[in-house]
């Protein structure tokens, strides 16, 4: 069995040492200022280093992966509202479709868990919890169970107007200090894929699923994968 795997792990090695030589030569350039040598100054050891990189890498593009395909997915499945959005203009446009956005992410949350351990014993709701206890939050199940939401699993971008929310109320990207890191990079990707369907005549979900219409895959939650949409947009212009 090992023999099976052995090509497998060796190059993962590779790309560790590469890694690892990368870290290395940015901790000697005291000059350079990008993210990888802010890590290799930061006192960790370069083996922490290499798996912030590799943990930044890599729930960046599943959370990008995501919060992409959920755009495309509702942007066709709630295509009238769609429809008022792209007859507004200036900033009651931008308020609309970053109210869609945060609406997708709260019935769509990338992540589907989130854990977190216990600094010291703690009680909550009644119950005492060891130092050192996990504890499993799911931000997903979270929006749709905690009775903040009125209808809850229903897509409205109208609760954004009338309610204002706090942290924990919605938290489609988890919160504290273990924020998704590629949160920011994906809200920006999202606006930016809004304005690229707002530009077209019509974007329209043909196959909308009767049932469930996600899966999940590496705890991330994505839409089914036999999605079927139809587009005709004047890119010519973008």
């Known amino acids: 069995l090992s023999s099976l ?9 590779r790309v ?13 350039d005291k000059e350079a200022e990008n993210f990888i040598s802010y890590l290799a100054n930061a006192g960790l050891t370069t083996e ?3 798996f912030q990189l590799i943990e930044m890498l890599g729930t960046t593009m599943e959370t990008l992966k995501g919060g992409l395909l959920w755009t495309l997915y509702y942007a066709g499945a709630e295509s009238d509202v769609m ?11 931008e308020n609309a479709k970053d109210y869609f956005i945060k609406e997708i992410l709260r019935l769509r949350s990338v992540p589907l868990v ?6 010291e014993d703690v009680e909550l709701d009644g119950m005492q919890f060891k130092k050192g206890s996990r504890f499993i939050i799911s931000p997903y199940f979270s929006h749709i169970k905690n009775g903040v939401f009125e209808k809850p699993e229903s897509f409205s971008i109208d609760r954004y107007y009338e309610n204002k929310y706090v942290p924990f109320e919605y938290f489609p990207f988890g919160g504290g ?10 809200l920006a990707v999202m606006g930016s894929m809004m304005d690229v369907i707002l530009e077209g005549q019509a974007f329209k979900l043909l196959n909308k699923p009767r049932g469930r219409n996600y899966y999940v895959r590496y705890l991330n939650l994505y839409p089914v994968e ?3 949409y139809r587009f005709v947009a004047p890119l010519s212009s973008l």
């Open 83 to 93: 429809e008022k959005i792209r007859s507004l203009r200036g900033d009651a446009r």
């Open 16 to 28: 560790f040492n590469q890694l690892d030589a990368i870290i290395e030569n940015q901790s000697q």
């Open 48 to 50: 922490q280093n290499r």
């Open 5 to 13: 795997f052995q090509p497998a792990y060796a190059r993962l090695h």
């Open 114 to 119: 989130v854990d977190r351990y216990a600094q």
């Open 226 to 228: 036999n999605a079927r």
């Open 177 to 186: 200090h273990r924020f998704c890191i590629g949160a920011h990079l994906a």
